[in-house]
C-alpha cells in the first residue's frame, strides 16, 4: 500500500464515525429533546470591587459553568466518542470539545442581582444554557466540518477562562481594603482591561454565527469589529477578522496588515498565516503566499484547505509539480474539488504506480 493510500485510508476511518446510524436514539423513535439548564454564580464585592464589577464577573462565570456542562454532554455524545477514540489510533487531529461546545451551544443571562448584606453581599447571575436546534448529532457533524470555527471558538473559551481567572486573583486582595484607599490604581486599571476585553470577546461570538467560510455582511460587520477592536486593540481574533472582512472588500494592503498584527499578538495562530497569505496572493506576490501558507501549515498540518490554498500559490507561479502534488495531499485529506480541477483542465494527471 503506498503511502498516499495509506493517509487516505486514516482519514476515511477517522470519517467513518459520519457514516453510521444515530446510536443514542431509540429504534423508530426521536431522540429526546434536551433540557434548558440553568446555571448560577455568584462573586464577593466591598472594598474597591464594586458591584457592577462583581456582576460582570458572576456572569462570565456562569457562562463558563454552562459551557463545560454542554462540554459534559457532548463528551457522552455517542457519535463523538468514536470519532474521538478513531482520530486517536490513527494520529490525526482530536475533535476539539471546548470549541465545538462554544460553537454549538448558546447562554443567555435570565437572573443577575445581588444577596446578601455587606460586608458578605454578593453579586448573582444566572445563565440559561441554550441546546442546539438542530439534534445533536446532526449538529456535531455540522460543527466538525468546520474547522476554522472550532479554533476561534476554543481560542474564546480558553481566552475567558484565562481573563475571569485573572480577575478573581486581582480581586481577592481589593475586597479586604477600605473604598477610600488610595495608590491602587495599578490594580484597578488591569480589572478594567480585564473587563474590556471579556466585553470585546461578547460582541465577538455573536458575530461568529455570520461566519462560514467568509463573512456575510462584511461591511456591516467591519463596522463592529472596529468598535470591539478599540477595547482590545491586541485581539488576535478580532485582527484577524478585521483582516479576513477587508480581504472581502477588496483591500487586501490593509488585509495583510491587520494579519501581520494578528501574528505578531499570537504567532501560533495557523488561520491569520492563512489570511496573510490570502493577502499576498491577491497582491501577485504567489512566493510570499506560498511561504504564509506554509508556515499555516506547519501549525495545522492536517487542514485540507491549506494545501488547496497553498497549491493556488504554486499555480500562479507556475509550479505545477508542487501545485499537483498539493492538491493530491489535500484530496487524500477529503478535500477534491481543486485536484479535480486540475486533472479536469488537463493539469495535473494520477501518479503512475511503480509496478506499472
Given at each position: 500500500?503506498?503511502?498516499?493510500n495509506?493517509?487516505?485510508?486514516?482519514?476515511?476511518?477517522?470519517?467513518?464515525?459520519l457514516?453510521?446510524?444515530?446510536t443514542?436514539?431509540?429504534?423508530?423513535?426521536?431522540?429526546?429533546?434536551?433540557?434548558?439548564?440553568?446555571?448560577?454564580?455568584?462573586?464577593?464585592?466591598?472594598?474597591?470591587?464594586?458591584?457592577?464589577?462583581?456582576?460582570?464577573?458572576?456572569?462570565?462565570?456562569?457562562?463558563?459553568?454552562?459551557?463545560?456542562?454542554?462540554?459534559?454532554?457532548?463528551?457522552?455524545?455517542?457519535?463523538?466518542?468514536?470519532?474521538?477514540?478513531?482520530?486517536?489510533?490513527?494520529?490525526?487531529?482530536?475533535?476539539?470539545?471546548?470549541?465545538?461546545?462554544r460553537?454549538?451551544?448558546?447562554?443567555?443571562?435570565?437572573?443577575?442581582?445581588?444577596?446578601?448584606?455587606?460586608?458578605?453581599?454578593?453579586?448573582?447571575?444566572?445563565?440559561?444554557?441554550v441546546?442546539?436546534?438542530?439534534?445533536?448529532?446532526?449538529?456535531?457533524?455540522?460543527?466538525?466540518?468546520?474547522?476554522?470555527?472550532?479554533?476561534?471558538?476554543?481560542?474564546?473559551?480558553?481566552?475567558?477562562?484565562?481573563?475571569?481567572?485573572?480577575?478573581?486573583?486581582?480581586?481577592?486582595?481589593?475586597?479586604?481594603?477600605?473604598?477610600?484607599?488610595?495608590?491602587?490604581?495599578?490594580?484597578?486599571?488591569?480589572?478594567?482591561?480585564?473587563f474590556?476585553?471579556?466585553?470585546?470577546?461578547?460582541?465577538?461570538?455573536?458575530?461568529?454565527?455570520?461566519?462560514?467560510?467568509?463573512?456575510?455582511?462584511?461591511?456591516?460587520?467591519?463596522?463592529?469589529?472596529?468598535?470591539?477592536?478599540?477595547?482590545?486593540p491586541?485581539?488576535?481574533?478580532?485582527?484577524?477578522?478585521l483582516?479576513?472582512?477587508?480581504l472581502?472588500?477588496?483591500r487586501?494592503?490593509?488585509?495583510?496588515?491587520?494579519?501581520?498584527a494578528?501574528?505578531?499578538?499570537?504567532?501560533?495562530?495557523?488561520?491569520?498565516?492563512?489570511?496573510?497569505?490570502?493577502?499576498l496572493?491577491?497582491?501577485?506576490?504567489?512566493?510570499?503566499?506560498?511561504?504564509?501558507?506554509?508556515?499555516?501549515?506547519?501549525?495545522?498540518?492536517?487542514?485540507?484547505?491549506?494545501?488547496?490554498?497553498?497549491?493556488?500559490?504554486?499555480?500562479?507561479?507556475?509550479?505545477?509539480?508542487?501545485?499537483?502534488?498539493?492538491?493530491?495531499?489535500?484530496?487524500?485529506?477529503?478535500?477534491?474539488?481543486?485536484?479535480?480541477?486540475?486533472?479536469?483542465?488537463?493539469?495535473?494527471?494520477?501518479?503512475?504506480?511503480?509496478?506499472?
Open positions: 500500500m503506498t503511502r498516499q495509506t493517509a487516505l485510508l486514516h482519514i476515511l476511518c477517522c470519517l467513518f464515525w457514516l453510521l446510524p444515530a443514542h436514539a431509540v429504534s423508530g423513535t426521536a431522540a429526546a429533546p434536551q433540557r434548558t439548564l440553568v446555571f448560577e454564580q455568584q462573586r464577593p464585592f466591598q472594598g474597591l470591587i464594586r458591584r457592577e464589577t462583581a456582576l460582570a464577573a458572576a456572569k462570565v462565570a456562569a457562562e463558563l459553568s454552562a459551557i463545560h456542562q454542554a462540554m459534559r454532554s457532548l463528551a457522552r455524545e455517542p457519535s463523538l466518542q468514536l470519532a474521538t477514540n478513531t482520530c486517536k489510533e490513527n494520529a490525526q487531529p482530536l475533535p476539539s470539545l471546548p470549541g465545538l461546545a460553537l454549538l451551544y448558546t447562554t443567555r443571562l435570565s437572573v443577575e442581582g445581588i444577596s446578601g448584606f455587606p460586608p458578605s453581599a454578593k453579586a448573582v447571575a444566572q445563565v440559561v444554557l441546546p442546539p436546534t438542530a439534534p445533536l448529532r446532526e449538529s456535531v457533524i455540522a460543527g466538525l466540518k468546520n474547522q476554522t470555527s472550532l479554533a476561534l471558538c476554543s481560542i474564546v473559551f480558553e481566552e475567558q477562562t484565562r481573563l475571569l481567572a485573572n480577575y478573581d486573583a486581582l480581586a481577592k486582595p481589593l475586597l479586604t481594603v477600605s473604598a477610600e484607599t488610595t495608590g491602587k490604581e495599578a490594580e484597578l486599571q488591569k480589572i478594567q482591561i480585564i474590556d476585553k471579556l466585553k470585546a470577546l461578547e460582541v465577538y461570538l455573536t458575530l461568529l454565527p455570520q461566519r462560514t467560510s467568509t463573512w456575510n455582511a462584511p461591511q456591516a460587520v467591519e463596522e463592529i469589529l472596529l468598535r470591539i477592536h478599540t477595547l482590545d491586541t485581539s488576535p481574533l478580532i485582527l484577524t477578522a483582516a479576513e472582512v477587508n472581502q472588500l477588496d487586501p494592503a490593509e488585509a495583510l496588515n491587520y494579519a501581520n494578528a501574528i505578531s499578538s499570537a504567532p501560533h495562530l495557523y488561520f491569520a498565516y492563512d489570511i496573510k497569505g490570502a493577502a496572493l491577491r497582491q501577485r506576490l504567489p512566493a510570499s503566499a506560498a511561504a504564509a501558507f506554509t508556515e499555516a501549515l506547519t501549525l495545522s498540518p492536517q487542514n485540507a484547505e491549506l494545501y488547496a490554498h497553498r497549491a493556488a500559490a504554486f499555480f500562479v507561479q507556475e509550479e505545477i509539480a508542487a501545485m499537483c502534488s498539493d492538491f493530491r495531499t489535500a484530496c487524500a485529506l477529503a478535500d477534491c474539488t481543486g485536484y479535480q480541477w486540475a486533472k479536469d483542465t488537463a493539469k495535473c494527471f494520477e501518479p503512475t504506480s511503480p509496478q506499472q
